[in-house]
Nanobody, 123 residues
């Protein structure tokens, strides 16, 4: 069973918006902070945003602050990343991650990862 599954990626023009969703099994969702990372070709996987397990604390990378919004629906076991004012440099594979009682920027602290969804920002 795959604990996390992303959806919503695609091709969008600069300035456009996309909404990524991550569906989690109940086992991986409860008590887990949720995060999004991204990896562009030839680059390391970088932190994008995270939300605490209670949903009362959010964290954003400086590069996306003011443009991206993270949220979670505990009833539906999903976390959403709303991406607005997209730029070509946002092009990457976006990964959802879950870390028990953790919602920081460290990749190694996350226990479960999704397969990733491609986001391409291009005219």
């Amino acid at each position: 069973q795959v604990p996390l599954r992303e959806s919503g990626g695609g091709l969008v023009q600069p300035g456009g918006s996309l909404r990524l969703s991550c569906a989690a099994s109940e086992y991986t969702y409860s008590d887990y902070g949720m995060a999004w990372f991204r990896q562009a070709p030839g680059k390391y996987r970088e932190f994008v945003s995270a939300i605490s397990w209670r949903g009362d604390d959010e964290l954003y990378a400086d590069s996306v602050k003011g443009r991206f919004i993270i949220s979670r629906d505990n009833a539906a076991n999903t976390v959403v990343l709303q991406m607005n004012s997209l730029k070509p440099e946002d092009t990457a594979v976006y990964y959802c991650a879950a870390g028990r009682y953790y919602s920081g920027t460290s990749r190694s602290r996350y226990d479960y990862w999704g397969q990733g969804t491609q986001v391409t920002v291009s005219s």
